[in-house]
């Protein structure tokens, strides 16, 4: 037997309130886990938030104790709910892929509420938490969480069924609103936490809190009515369906019940479950003899326009009948519009479509099409959303068609017949006929070809879709590209992070290409030890002083404390330079090249993002000494051209190399240069990769000398310079879409996938000799490929696995591609689509390849160009920084740190001013404040008496400002 014993310790017990409620609902006992007293916080850490929980078993048959650490609240939080997994906290528990995405929501929900909400709710004393910018950031959360429901029509945060993500939200977010003093937060929101914060065993624990009302309405949303209590059953099974309550909430601003208000129609509005498919509206709401759901599709035509087509709730809809009954001419493929489509056209969002939502088409542009069945004799009542799928209307039928002809539309009329109750997986709709034929007599149908729907095979079971469109919410979708991607797990310590093989590749592949090109400059790699003893650390003060406040200290081995404090790598410049000391006697040990590959730790405390800014990341450093001092500059501006051609070669992203001012170099070093990307989705810009002059001061500290020629004693002059996995983050905000990760073709771990369209009559027997054959080609230019073979996954499945993880060219093959000896190419950054002979395609893939690699650089670099302004006036500065632009100005020179600090401290002023903010989180790592960039190496001509926009003072130099990461 093994009895396993868990025991929680924390800085602030009062954050524990989550994961006891988790304990609670797995069903962990106070035997086996408990909530220990107080951990101290460390002297000056008051601002700091600390959890742990220490996990033993013990196995009585060996009489063995086996035990580990969970950190954070992240990872408390999956230990907890793996213990007991069934539940289906962590998830639905499953055999495919749909289980390790699951697990990347749920983390992501966790981590991103644990990074913005245990502050304000927990750790922050009582006068700081009211400053207002803690308010704003709960709020951007509650938000994001709002549009995350209203965007996906579902009631929990992952899946159809409470996760450990909507409760440790609701907990944090309820306990964070109230501290902040937050009265009042959207619709979908209070949905959301009343839902979770009723259940009776989370009353049990926690009690019951004060919900904020509802303050802010989701467009297209009703208003919530006044809170209503109501008992929710435990996490762990489903909530029942309420009944459907007529003139129970306020429906004033919904415009549908204004305009059947204003034209004097009799309605029936009432809410209900949230429905988002008509098999859920029929379990949820259902109804008596006489009255009918209705089923909606939005269909587009590229040559006939746009079809709203409402039919009885048991009727089926043949897209290809449809287009014969509508006797539309020609080529005819009536397909379903998308998203977009149906918000500028309609104004509605997926699964909240009824045909009053016609009203909205103010362009009258759309063709409403509906069922006879609806209008007749037996048929009383006709219910259908009004713009939100939380909602129904019931109308008699005639009042259905006086409201859609009031607001200016003619119907189709046309018959649907019911659907056959034989037909699996995905049923074709009957063919409506453009001749009516007397009531009750049944058309002939004919016998509909089945398919079968592969588990997995819907998109939105296989988590394959994004929940965050890049334009709106840039930081949520960041997160959701790269752990939906399989690029990012997220691990127990916060601002840790797992690397996931598809984007280890991708640091592999710009290892191999920097360690060839640094070859070639006489670098020799090696490896030198991850610790520094703090007398080594602290030999130079400037050095130290500028990581003092992220390293990370070892102060115990096992029980015991270490004798003296040990570090954690920040940089290595004090852990190699008494190596150089010893090894470097004589002009002729000069040059040292060396380089190596490593991990680093800067504990930061600012808001972790993956690749960005973490406490651990992977990099490159690179150390040289030199006899002169132009020895020393010819190799970090070599080093800074590698890095150019790292960023516009292989990653396809623009930059901008330059120096930086004395403010922003490097701690110690006498001059560093850099380059700079720009992120056109969020306006900011982001530090490349930096290489440095040292000059002689590490050379003097650690006394690394040499002879000269002529015998004489010096000192020599050192460089380092550095690259790390920032560069994959960069590379996927510049590129990637609302579909997922746009990876150019150099840096693809995959960059073609063959994928096969299997049918009954083409098998994976049929297609493998050719598609094989295909991948032999591609693999022959040095192509990396793959073959798609799996049976398990249809066609489009895998269309949207591979975009989502950014494969840059997909190879489809059909039978009628065997047939004409070709292969159809799509191109994932813009979708264009072509047919190539498979004689000599992988010649042509490889050109092809090239081709969309210099592209994609075109188009960043276009997007970087319009966002790059020259200024020259203070007036016009913050302006065009709220434009997301950067910013070319006149300066007085790169050593006058004080003008450079008061741009930056007035910059925040007047930002923060427009946008009617009193103060920013000073752990944000997005401040609103200007900085230096850096002074580019391209100057654009200074005009005499050109004054600097600060100072007034002559100008000696243009230097670029922007909003940074």
Known sequence: MTVVSRTVSTSHPEATSALKVLSALVGLTESSITFAPTKAASAGDDDTFSVEMKVTAHNSFSATDMSYTAHGLLGCARAICKAVPEVGLWGQLSQDDSGSALDSLIESWIETAASTLVFPAYVASDSRVKEAHFQEEVGKFAASIEKHLFDSSKTFLVGDTATAADVVVAILLVDAAARCEMDKIPLQVVRLLETILANTIVQSVVGKKDIPQVGTVTPMVKPAPETKTQEAPAAETETPAPAAVEGSDDFSTNVIVQKLDELGISHKTYSHKLSTKVEELLENVPLPDGETHTKNVFLKDKKHGLFLVSVKADSDINTKALGKALKLQGKVNLRLANEEILLSSLGVKTGCVGPMCIMNNTAKDVTLVLDERLFEDEIKKVHSHPLTNDTSTALIPSDLKKFVESVGFEPVMLRFEVKSADVGGKAPASRPEATKEPKGKAKPQPQPAKENVKKGGKKGETLLALQYKKSEDFAMWYSNVITLSEMIAYYDISGCYILRPWSYKMWDLIQNWFNIEIEKLGVENSYFPLFVSKDRLEKEKDHVEGFAPEVAWVTKSGDGDLAKPIAVRPTSETIMYPAFSDWIQSHRDLPLKLNQWSNVVRWE????????????????????????????????????????????????????????????????????????????????????????????????????????????????????????????????????????????PRIAPLQVV???????????????????????????????????????????????????????????????????????????????????????????????????????????????????????????????????????????????????????????EESLKARGQEAEDSRTSTSVAAKTLCIPFTQPELPEGTKCIASGKPATCWVLWGRSY
């Not at 990341?617 to 051609?645: I, S």
């Not at 190399?657 to 306006?683: C, L, M, R, W």
């Not at 979708?831 to 893939?845: P, Q």
């Not at 007085?892 to 401290?905: N, S």
């Open 754 to 908: 063959i994928v096969p369209i299997f049918t009954k009559k083409f098998t994976t027997v049929e297609a493998k000799p050719y598609c094989e054959a295909i991948v032999k080609d591609l693999h022959d230019q040095g192509i990396r490929a793959k073959y798609d073979d799996r049976t398990m996954y249809n066609p489009g499945w895998k269309y949207n696995h591979w975009e989502q993880k950014g494969v840059p060219l997909r190879v489809e093959v059909g039978p009628r591609d065997i047939e004409s000896k070709q292969a159809r190419l799509v191109t994932r950054f813009n979708g264009d689509k072509e047919d190539a002979s498979v004689d000599g395609l992988g010649s042509f893939v490889k050109a092809k390849l090239e081709t969309i690699q210099e592209e994609m650089f075109n188009k960043a670099k276009a997007a970087r160009d319009e966002h790059l302004v020259q200024v020259t006036e203070w007036k016009d500065f913050v302006p065009n920084l709220e434009k997301n632009n950067l910013v070319l100005t006149p300066w007085i020179g790169g050593e006058h740190k004080d003008w450079e600090e008061w741009v930056k401290e007035k910059s925040r």
């Open 605 to 744: 405390f600012k808001y972790p993002t993956p690749f960005l800014r973490s406490r651990e990341f992977l990099w490159q450093e690179g150390h040289t000494a030199h006899a002169t001092y132009d020895d020393a500059n010819v190799m970090v501006m070599q080093a800074l051209e590698l890095y150019r051609r790292v960023y516009e070669e292989i990653l396809a992203v623009p930059v901008v190399p330059g120096y930086k001012t004395e403010e922003e170099k490097f701690a110690g070093g006498h001059q560093t240069t850099t380059v700079e990307a720009y992120i056109a989705g969020s306006g900011r810009a982001i530090q490349g990769a930096t290489s440095h002059n040292l000059g002689q001061n590490f050379g003097k500290m650690f006394d690394i000398t040499f002879q000269d020629t002529t015998g004489k004693s010096q000192v020599v002059w050192q460089t380092s310079w550095g690259l790390t996995t920032r560069t994959i983050g960069v590379m996927v905000m510049v590129h990637g879409d609302d579909q997922g990760l746009v990876l150019p």
